[in-house]
């Protein structure tokens, strides 16, 4: 039976697959400047230490008991581990590792988590052929370079139709960071990029569970076995991201082509990526930062009649779990992210344990947290107000919380987060000598050196 199907398809749209996988293949190496090769470094060291912290994670436990059915082959390091698995499972179980806390980094402007399908694809490979640490800063920028200017071209309504975009863009930056490790010329890139295209991963509905960070992990495995399978000759539509039922015009509403386009090749989209000071969605960092301002004032729990906190819509549609039953939930519920702030002054992964979200007087405060909607505030912003018992009422505006642009983390804050995640899998001592190799990656000649660093 025909079907009348309208859809309003661009069928003019200018050859993006190729144009990227142009850009992948043919710039030069180290080609920005002394800026983005330093935020390349900051980022691959806020993955690498994310993906320590969360190693003996029982998420991680058993996506690893599902991996060893199969009989991996010792080719790659799992990060915080003893054991080694075959590459493609070691880019899946540390792109899971790396955003198991949600302490991963963010580019604000699409909410994509970008290390942890691009790192974890490309060091996973790296590990196995022996590539050097210029090679694999090469990829990592040029990999995160492509999956954001992706984000960029379909969010916001990518995002709202319930995609999660750090995975279903992440399988175009972990594909093109893998074929530039390996040499590809264009007309092989542009191949991975479309058996890509054929690999989204990721549903928002998964948000409060083990399955969200199985999206970057599965996007990991997916760039780098499209990487490989192109190296080999397999084959794919040269037009698979653009054309009418390509991806971007399957899966987005919006494509704005000129989002890939303008100034490729000399602004890079890593130059705007963020890190995490609380570990959770990063649309609470703002109500988290002015509940620790409110503690930092000498507000405490047992003076707090109620919590006034407006926010952006999204900040509720995505974290207005009022009563989260565990830690993952916690990570999606501003409420006991004001909670956390208020009492400990902090909100790293040790303030989402299970046992602290459950904990009575956790409980008793994110419920006194009044949150209401006011799409006046930027996303990027909290209105708090602490009504206190005998009436006074102390007021915090954030406009832009600790860790974003404005108000980026130092390198001695990324230190300071690695030693907090790994200190207790590693020991300080191999931590410490694991923060050099990440700082120096871009002089070691060969990345081995530093997986092995990385391992318990």
């Known amino acids: 039976m025909a079907r009348n199907t309208q859809v309003a398809a661009d069928h003019n749209a200018p050859p993006i697959t190729r144009i990227l996988a142009e850009y992948v293949a043919g710039h030069a190496s180290r080609g920005w400047s002394d800026a983005v090769d330093h935020e390349a470094h900051r980022t691959f ?32 390091t ?153 190296q080999h000759g397999y084959t794919a539509s040269p037009r698979a991201i653009e054309a009418p039922r390509g ?62 906190l407006k926010v952006h819509s999204l900040v509720l549609e995505l974290t207005g779990k009022k009563e989260p039953a565990d830690g993952l939930q916690g990570k999606f519920s501003v409420y006991h992210g004001c909670a956390a702030g208020l009492l400990f002054g902090r909100a790293a992964e040790e303030e989402f344990a299970d046992e602290i979200v459950n904990r009575p007087d956790v409980v008793a405060l994110r419920r006194k947290v009044v949150a209401t909607v006011d799409d006046g505030i930027d996303e990027a912003s909290a209105d708090v107000t602490a009504v206190l018992t005998d009436g006074r009422r102390e007021h915090v505006f954030i406009e832009h919380a600790i860790g974003s642009l404005q108000r980026p983390m130092s390198d001695a804050d990324l230190e300071r987060k690695f030693h907090g995640l790994s200190d207790g899998i590693l020991g300080a001592q191999r931590t410490s000598e694991l923060l050099a190799a990440c700082w120096s990656l871009g002089t070691a000649a060969d990345v081995r050196g530093l997986a092995a660093l990385a391992r318990p």
């Open 78 to 230: 799992l990060l915080g581990r003893a054991e080694k698995v075959d590459i493609a499972s070691a880019a899946l179980l540390n792109g899971i590792t790396s955003h198991t806390f949600d302490f991963d980094d963010t580019h604000l402007k699409t909410i994509i988590h970008p290390a942890g399908p691009v790192a974890s694809a490309v060091l996973a490979l790296a590990e196995h052929t022996g590539a050097s640490g210029r090679a694999v800063l090469d990829a990592l920028v040029l990999g995160i370079d492509v999956a954001c200017r992706l984000g960029n071209t379909v969010y916001p309504e990518h995002y709202d139709r319930g995609w999660h975009i750090t995975g279903t863009t992440g399988m175009f930056g972990a594909a093109a960071g893998c074929a530039r490790l390996l040499g590809l010329d264009a007309d092989r890139t542009a191949m991975a990029l479309g058996i890509a295209a054929s690999q989204p991963v990721g549903l928002r509905e998964q948000f409060g569970t083990m399955t969200k960070p199985f999206h970057p992990g599965g996007a990991a495995r997916a760039g780098l076995m499209a990487a490989l399978m192109a």
């Open 45 to 76: 060291l806020n993955w690498l230490g994310c993906a320590v912290g969360a190693a003996r994670h029982e998420a991680m436990e058993a996506a690893l008991a599902a991996v060893q059915v199969l009989q991996p082959a010792p080719q790659a």
């Open 247 to 308: 991806w971007a015009q399957v899966v987005s509403t919006k494509y704005t082509w000129n989002e890939v386009t303008d100034e490729l090749g000399e602004r890079f989209e890593i130059s705007f990526n963020s890190y995490k000071p609380f570990a959770c969605g990063i649309v609470i960092h703002p109500s988290i930062d002015a509940c620790v301002q409110l503690r930092e004032r000498g507000i405490r729990p047992e003076q707090i009649e109620r919590i006034e």
